[in-house]
């Protein structure tokens, strides 16, 4: 019997690699680490659940544990391994049943990611908040809850839920003012979250911009689109400190001077790769800070392979390893593994940075480099073309203004990334600018696809083609 694949994280990465490895060879222990009660679930939907348009936190589930040991794997969550002897080959783990050592064949580092909330002072304090993960979706909801009528069953979360923490924000109050800080992806899903809620919301963003890895022109989209539904968005804005009272928040001071009184507060400022098990080992990290790995998830000591939100990957654009945490990515790099695991070597693809969000009507998409002085770090003259154009033939009911920016190398005429916003099916339509830079596709080259149209989907000339045929001519 082959030493056991150990997997270190019950979530897209470590499942998806234990459930490859396992279908491929039936006969190899495998074991799946979870510090948490929580496996295999979906992050992004995590703000739509504390809207309300997902019901139950199971709902969330990709795998739930029983599923996971129905197809062999051993699943143990409340299970933290606290380190890594790459010599010995063995982890230590702290259990409910107390502190043990497990031997590994193989290992994937599937550790994730955490929130950064600092260097606020005052993210400690009650009704302070950051969203990574059900049990923080859980807290949120419960504390929107109306609480005379509110029970910890509602949340569907049985039996994974902190039910005393639900239930102490669950007797509170609702909020009548929330704070967001950081207008990145979580900050702007979030404030539809709360205004469904009918919170009063306001964003801080210490850029100028919202999402500024959108770019300029999806920036101002989405601010438009917050600002029309009532949220206030405060730009350039740097929030310095939250105030208490009697240990709850109870406001915020900028570094502007500006001040707001309000109930609770969300952070949003970002993600840090978890790596602390990696610190006191042989393995490498890259430039980003995440372990660095090859083209088949191979960490640099043998036989340890990493994946997911701790784990860089080579950017199709740059050729370069980059950090981008995205839930496809991790799915895909942890399913590779586990056939490599199993005997059949599997490249764990690269990345663009696709990415989609939503902000009420408002869709956006983008992939690859967009800003332009980091496509100058990696060599390229960018150059950029905003065009609007409709998403349907204008004769045809229900079209949108689509805003599409394509970036482009000047010399060569490669195209290096692109963005989109728009109200109609405007974010789906980034995938074919991913897809045109996996294929390192000029732009010349993108302006002749043959793609779909009807009136009802697209215009002749879909948007995507128009930027295309707007930068051909620029260049």
């Known amino acids: 019997m082959p030493d056991p694949f150990v997997a270190i994280g019950g979530d897209a990465a470590g499942l998806s690699a234990a459930s490859k490895c396992k279908r491929e060879d039936p006969d190899r222990d495998v074991i799946v680490f979870e510090r948490g009660n929580w496996v295999s679930y979906a992050h992004c939907g995590t703000p739509y659940f504390v809207k309300g348009e997902v019901e139950h936190l199971t709902d969330l589930l990709s795998l739930s544990p029983d599923e996971a040991e129905e197809r062999g794997i051993d699943l ?18 702290e259990g409910p049943d107390g502190r043990f050592d497990q031997p590994y064949g193989d290992l994937l580092i599937g550790t994730g990611a955490h929130a950064i909330t600092g260097p606020i002072p005052g993210t400690d304090l009650e009704g302070v908040f950051s969203l990574h993960g059900l049990p923080d979706a859980a807290a949120i909801r419960a504390m ?35 704070a967001i800080v950081g207008g990145g992806y979580v900050g702007v899903e979030m404030a539809e979250a709360f205004d469904a809620h009918d919170v009063d919301v306001r964003v801080f963003q210490r850029d100028v911009d919202l999402i500024p890895a959108f770019g300029d022109a999806v920036a101002d989209e989405v601010a438009d689109a917050l600002r029309e539904n009532g949220v206030e968005v405060h730009l350039d804005t740097v929030v310095e400190a939250l105030e208490s009272e009697d240990g709850r928040v109870s406001g915020l001071t900028c570094r502007d001077g500006t001040t707001l009184d309000l109930d609770a507060v969300l952070v949003g400022i970002g993600i840090a790769p978890n790596v602390e098990l990696v610190e006191n080992t042989p393995i490498e990290l890259g430039d980003s800070g995440a372990i660095r790995i090859d083209d088949y998830g191979r960490t640099s000591v043998e036989n340890v392979y990493a994946a997911g939100d701790c784990a860089e990957m080579e950017h199709v654009v740059t050729g370069e390893s980059d950090w981008v945490p995205l839930g496809l990515t991790a799915n895909r790099a942890g399913r590779a593994i586990g056939a490599t695991v199993a005997g059949d070597p599997t490249d764990v693809g690269g990345i663009a940075g696709t990415a989609m969000l939503k902000a009420f009507e408002m869709e956006c ?59 109609d099916r405007a974010a789906v339509r980034i995938d074919t600018v991913a897809t045109a830079l996996e294929a390192d596709l000029t732009v010349d080259e993108v302006e002749r696809l043959d793609l779909g149209y009807a009136p009802p989907f697209s215009p002749v000339w879909d948007p995507v083609l128009v930027g295309a045929k707007v930068l051909a001519g620029e260049l």
Not at 76 to 93: L, M, N
């Open 76 to 93: 143990r969550r409340r299970h933290e391994v606290t380190a890594i002897d790459t010599g010995e080959q063995v982890v230590s783990v």
């Open 144 to 178: 929107l809850a109306d609480p005379d009528s509110f029970t910890a069953a509602d949340l569907g979360g049985d039996p994974y839920l902190d039910e005393e923490r639900v239930a102490r924000f669950g007797d509170m109050a609702p909020p009548e003012t929330v």
């Open 365 to 423: 998409g983008r992939s690859g480099i967009v800003d332009h002085e980091r496509a100058r770090e990696a060599g390229f003259d960018p150059i950029s073309k905003t065009i609007t154009a409709g998403s349907r033939s204008g004769y045809y009911p229900g079209a949108k203004e689509t805003v599409v920016t394509l970036t482009a190398d000047r010399e060569t005429g490669r195209l290096i990334g692109g963005t989109i916003a728009g109200e």
